[in-house]
Structures are given as C-alpha cells and as structure tokens.
C-alpha cells in the first residue's frame, strides 16, 4: 500500500510541475535537446563504431560526432528499428515546440500510445518487406526495418506470405493512424470534399476580386482594404495565448501530443527483449551465403550451329597460311569456348601462335588466345570469347563442394575454368599470392572475394587479417570485422612501419615455436591444445594465421621502396611456417615495383588483362595475359607450375559486401594476440618487464639451475606461457641468456655467485 501511495504522489506532482508554465518550457527545452542530440548520433552513425549490437576494434576511435553515447544510442535505435529511428529526431522536436506553444498540461491517451506502438511496428514490418526495393546511403547493407522488422516478417511470413503480410502491414498502419489522430475513415472523404470545396470557393473569390481590380491599375492599392478580413486573423491568436479561454486548447492537446513521445518509452523497452539475441556475448557464427546474391541465370551460349561455323572458319584460315588442321573437339564455358586444333603431319605449333591475330580477324572476335600444346593433350587450345557472357558470381563457387572439401582456413574461391568447373586453391599452400593486373581489369573485384572467402570459411579466432590500402577507397569497407587486427591502413609510411612489425611478429613465432619444439603453425596450436596446465597457471594461447593484404604496392613502393622490398621479400621467405602469408596487387606490373627478389619469392601469381607481352612476362614469365578479355578474366599460375591456368573470376557486388561485414561487425573482436608493439611501446614493456616482482627470483632461478626456457619458468614459478616469456625476453636484453638459435636451447651467460 506505502508503495502504491508514494507512487500515486510522484505521478501527482509530475503532474502538477508540467502543469506550471515553467515546468512545461523546462520540458520543452529537454525534449529539443534530446531531439538534437538524437538527430546528430543518427546523422554522423558509422558501422565500424562500438555499439550496443557490436563491439569495435580494440583501441580504435569513436568516429561518430556525439562520441560514445551518441555510437551506442544511434547503433541501438537503427539495429532496433531500422530506418524508422529517423522518425525519431522530428517528434522529439516536435513534441518540444509544443510544450512552448500549447498552454495547458501534457495528456497522454491510450488510444494514443497503442496506435503509436502498432504504428512503429507497422513501419518495421513494412520496411523489412521492401529491403531488395528500397536502399538508403546511411543503412546501406543493413535491415530497413531492423532487427523488428526482420523478426516479425521472419515469424509470420510463413503463415500470410508475402502479398498477405504486406496487406496486414498496410491495415495495422493505417489502423494505427487513426488512433493517433482520432480521425474517422468515415469522415476523410467528407473533410476532403469540404476542404476541396472550400478552395474552389476561395479562387472564385480572387478572381473576382482580380476583376474588380484590374481596371483601375494604380489604384490597386486601395481595394486591398476589401480583402482586409485576414488581418481580423490575428485575434484567434490572442486568443489563444490568453489565459482567459483555458478550455478550448486543451481538447486540441489531448489528441496531439500523444504521438511524439510514443517512441521514446518503446524505444527503451524494446532492447530488453533484443539485445539477447544479437549482443555481442552471441557466439560466433560463420555469415550465411543467403548474404550474397544468387547467381543470375546462365546466358545462351553458342549453338551447335555456331560451333561448326567457327570451327570451318578456324580450319579455312589456318589452311590458307598453309597449316593444315583439323578441329578434334569444342568445350564451351561461360564465358570462351576453347576449340582442340589438331595439326597435321609436319606442322610445327608455333606458326599456329603466330596467327592468333589473323584468327582473330576471321572470327571477328576481341582476342583469340592460343594454348600451345594443352597440357596432357597432343592438340592445340584456341580459345575464342563467347557473343553473351555469363557472369561468374562468387556465391556459386562458395557454395560447391569443391570449396567445402578443401577444409582449410585459408581456402580461396578464385572463379570456373574454361568450362565452368569451380576454381578453388588454398593460400596456405601457395603460400603467397601475387595479383597483378591494368586498372578495370577486375584486380580489385578479385582481392575483395579472395577476402570474403577466409570470412566465410574461417572464425576470427582462426585468421587474423591486416589490410594495407594506400588508395583509400578498396578495402575500406570491411573497416569493422573481428577478422581485422587493426582498421585499414591507408597511410604509405604507416603501412612501411606495420610491415616491420609484423615481421617481429614472425621472429617472435620462431622463438616460441623453438621454445616448444614445434616446426609450424599447426604443430604449435596442436601442443598448445594439449598442453598440461598446472591449476592457477595461464594456458598457452593459440596463435591465428597471420593474412597481410596489400593493395597497392606500387605506392608502397614510391614512398619506401628498399624497405617494403626488404620487408616483403623476408616475409614470402621465411613467414610460411608461423602462418604468416602475402597476397600483394599491383595494377603497375613494372620491374622496378615487382622486382626479381619479390617475384622469386611468389609462386603463385595471378594476371588480369595487361597491356603488352611485356607486362605479361613480368608478372608470368609467358605471355598471353595480353589476350584477356577483361572483366575478371585472369591466368593463374600455380605453384610449382609453369602453365598458367585461365579463371573467370567469381563477381562481388559493394553492397554484398557490405551485408557481410554488417553481419560480421556485431561479434567481439577476438582476445588474440596482436603484433608487437612498436619500438617506443617495447622499450616501455621492457621497463614493465623489468619491474615485474618477480623478474629478479626468475633471473637468481635461471642463474642457479643454469636453464633457461620458458616451460622451465612457467613451472617453477607457476605463471603463465605470456608472463614467462616477457621475463625470458627481459633476460635476453639484460645480457643473462643469449639469444635463441634455432632449436639449440638458450645459454645462460652469467654464472652463479659462490658462497
């Protein structure tokens, strides 16, 4: 009962405060403030900030302009309720204007507050119905209708379908804008019919009035006192204002207000039944392919009869510069037809090279690129491009078994041969990956679906990515993922410095890897899955594979070419075995960017359409990346190959990607390690190294038992893998042990004090 009271008296006074003009301005001011603030957290919203529905990256900065709170409000209210959290800022606003404005205390109906509820859901609903017809620049990728909408068309679309869920949707909204403004289905037509009758009566008037006028053109003025009646207006103003007529405003204010500030009470309640299904303690789940879109239907390709047509035209050409051939079989592909021209007796292969220009000419076709001999056939491959190409979309090759049965982390869909078989490769066997290519070629379509390929196979826990962008406006949009150790680098001198760490990131895995005896990465996580953990110690951690992702390394090259040549070549070197790999692009396939020490080092390479034999060879060492057809088109070059493989690249869209990384961007960045810190923050860990209370008992430990490992530490003086190898390292750089040498266990330089 003391409850019921004190709350009855809280509701009484509230009442009373907003009933006081003062109480109603200082209302008004709050809810104009929070409408603003509403408004700027809404407009300046970036995905990649930490939210209610995702966390950021570690130690990366807020970029929306009302700081953290704004990032958290304006994640919250557009992952709740889509684009209709823009109905936000006006009726904060607006319900504020009318606090000022209208006299009277502040009434809210339930009529009104249902309609306003059904109405947001209405919205909701509706939104999510139209996401493939609708898009907006601010929710690009994400639900329209937010996580309601999406949860209440998943629920009942199976029950009403989609034309029936749409109707419900329409009636509940305007069911629900009858509530809110008490207006009557009924009278609308008549309320219209008046108000159309009225402005028929009012444009007869001024014409009647322009009549009378027009004679007498400079004593226009005066008749103006006979439309004088607006200026009587004025009084209903007056009256209004003042206090004398209480009772008329307040029917008015009753019906009005309600609307406004339904969806602030909503808002917050709603969250409490969400935020369990999508908050970041949701434990990862790999993007579904559903995020892509489903390939488009094959074109018609060539007939049987265009075959034989090209086949004779092949054959003629060729015997009228005097190589006698015959066509022994034709494979269509999606995108090129490749003819098998057997030679005759005495025909050396190399006059049919020569004439892929003239065979170009007779066919009337862009390119004609001759494959001297196929590999495994005694037949020569003339591949001429098909009339209506097939796109190749990289959620068909996502989806094939071959793709499914590579079973690695780092599995890359690359595209479909000649004859639309699914391409796939796996990096950690390349181990790294060289794309080069002339600007629209495809080069950048290729290294997104090279990306979006470990995304969709791989847990952030397993692969960690860095992106190095110096153009800015590539990679950009996966800004964001938990995969990313840190946001896209677009600096060329900030990518040099990210390349040294991360070769101490390498020198730091083959300490550890000596340490424990293991001879890669897989060996490493094996021993630290099954390492035997005292109680009360720290558990070795698992160490990620390690991609670096360069997009442009020719810009890198003009700031620092002899360090990031240094520092890539070391990397293809020695960084296979500790899960660290390259894939580095190039659209300037020159030998001062992609030198002999860097191609030397990447067996695996990809071309796309190029401007002469030149570059071809650069990239290949063989031509025929010259003869592509652009789009996609590329030669892969296997490792341990010399035969280059033509690929039709599997297409991604900008607003595929952007589905994938607004469905990655709500899962916590994983606790893994990162690179080592730069040589200012080392120097600083070093002196917290040093100070750490028990450095000088493991140092008199190491000195006495004249052992030095970290397994020795970490079971002597029961800490963990991490803390023991900092005081190992510490060490090493106060001249008591030396440095590791290969498996050889570290030597203890300082001998014990005698008694």
């Not at 966390?55 to 807020?62: D, I, K, R, Y």
């Not at 629920?155 to 804008?177: E, H, K, N």
Request: glycine letters at 8%; proline letters at 10%.
């Amino acid at each position: 009962m003391s409850r019921q009271r004190r709350g009855g008296v809280v509701t009484a006074n509230l009442t009373a405060i907003l009933a006081h003009r003062k109480g109603r301005e200082a209302l008004g001011v709050l809810l104009v403030a929070a409408a603003l603030f509403t408004l700027l957290s809404l407009a300046s919203y970036d995905p990649a900030d930490p939210s209610f529905f995702h966390s950021g990256l570690p130690g990366a900065s807020v970029r929306n302009a009302a700081g953290r709170i704004g990032a958290h409000l304006a994640g919250a209210l557009f992952g709740l309720a889509g684009a209709v959290a823009l109905v936000l800022p006006p009726g904060l606003l607006l319900l504020g204007v009318r606090a000022f404005t209208r006299p009277g205390p502040v009434r809210f109906s339930p009529l009104g507050t249902t309609g306003a509820a059904l109405g947001i859901l209405s919205l909701c609903l509706l939104l999510a119905l139209l996401q493939r017809e609708v898009s907006l620049p601010v929710l690009s990728g994400e639900p329209l209708g937010g996580v309601l909408g999406q949860e209440l068309r998943r629920l009942l679309t199976p029950l009403l379908g989609r034309v029936g869920l749409t109707l419900v949707a329409v009636t509940a909204l305007a069911l629900a804008s009858v509530l809110v403004s008490r207006l009557s289905l009924v009278a609308l037509p008549l309320r219209l019919a008046e108000a159309a009758a009225r402005a028929v009566r009012s444009g007869r008037r001024l014409l009647e009035v322009a009549r009378a006028v027009r004679p007498p053109r400079r004593p226009g003025r005066m008749p103006a006192e006979g439309p004088v009646p607006p200026p009587p207006a004025p009084p209903p103003l007056r009256a209004e204002a003042a206090p004398e007529v209480p009772p008329i405003p307040a029917p008015r204010l009753e019906p009005v207000a309600p609307p406004p500030p339904i969806p602030v009470p909503r808002a917050h309640e709603a969250p409490q039944e969400i935020l369990p299904f999508i908050g970041p303690e949701v434990r990862y789940t790999p993007p579904p392919l559903s995020l892509l879109d489903p390939p488009e239907p094959a074109a018609a390709g060539p007939s049987a009869e265009e075959h034989q047509r090209n086949a004779e035209i092949l054959v003629k050409t060729l015997r009228d510069f005097g190589v006698e051939t015959r066509v022994a079989d034709v494979s269509p592909g999606p995108v090129i037809t490749r003819y098998e021209v057997e030679p005759g007796p005495g025909i050396k292969i190399n006059r049919i090279v020569g004439l892929a220009d003239d065979l170009a000419l007779a066919l009337k076709a862009m390119s004609v690129r001759v494959v001297a001999p196929i590999p495994g056939k005694a037949v020569v491959g003339v591949e001429i491009p098909n009339q209506n190409r097939a796109r190749v979309s990289l959620r068909e090759i996502l989806g094939t078994p071959e793709f499914a049965a590579l079973g690695s982390p780092l599995a890359l869909a690359l595209g479909k041969d000649i004859a639309g078989n699914p391409m796939v490769a796996d990096l950690a066997q390349m181990p790294h990956l060289l794309v080069a290519g002339a600007t629209g070629s495809g080069k950048s379509v290729c290294l997104n679906g090279l990306i979006l390929s470990i995304l969709f196979s791989t847990p952030p826990a397993d692969v960690q990515i860095l992106l190095i962008d110096p153009k800015r406006v590539e990679l950009s949009l996966f800004n964001g993922i938990p995969h990313l150790l840190d946001r896209v680098i677009v600096e060329a001198r900030e990518a040099a410095k990210k390349l040294q760490l991360v070769i101490a990131e390498m020198e730091r895995r083959y300490r550890i890897f000596a340490e424990v005896g293991a001879r890669n990465l897989s060996a490493y996580n094996q021993w630290a899955a099954g390492a035997a953990v005292p109680e009360g110690e720290e558990a070795p951690g698992r160490l990620p594979h390690l991609v670096v992702v360069v997009d442009e390394l020719a810009d890198l090259m003009l700031v620092a070419a002899h360090d990031v040549e240094n520092a890539v070549a070391r990397l293809a070197q020695m960084a296979r075995a500790v899960g660290i790999h390259l894939i580095v692009a190039t659209q300037r396939p020159s030998v001062d960017v992609i030198t002999g020490v860097i191609k030397a080092n990447f067996p695996a390479r990809i071309s796309f359409q190029v401007s002469s034999k030149v570059d071809s060879r650069t990239i290949l060492d063989v031509n025929g990346a010259e003869q592509l057809l652009g789009s996609g088109d590329m030669l892969f070059l296997p490792p341990a190959s010399s035969k280059p493989v033509r690929i039709h690249g599997g297409f991604v869209s900008e607003v595929e990607i952007r589905r994938v990384v607004k469905f990655l961007s709500r899962f916590e960045h994983p606790a893994t390690p990162s690179l080592p810190a730069a040589p200012a923050e080392a120097e600083r860990e070093a002196a917290s190294a040093a100070e750490d209370p028990l450095y000088e008992q493991a140092k008199e430990l190491v000195i006495q038992t004249h052992q030095a490992s970290i397994s020795m530490l970490q079971r002597r003086l029961r800490v963990g893998f991490n803390r023991a190898a900092r005081l190992l390292d510490q060490m090493e750089r106060d001249g008591i042990v030396s440095p590791m040498d290969g498996p050889r266990p570290r030597e203890v330089l300082v001998k014990p004090v005698e008694p």
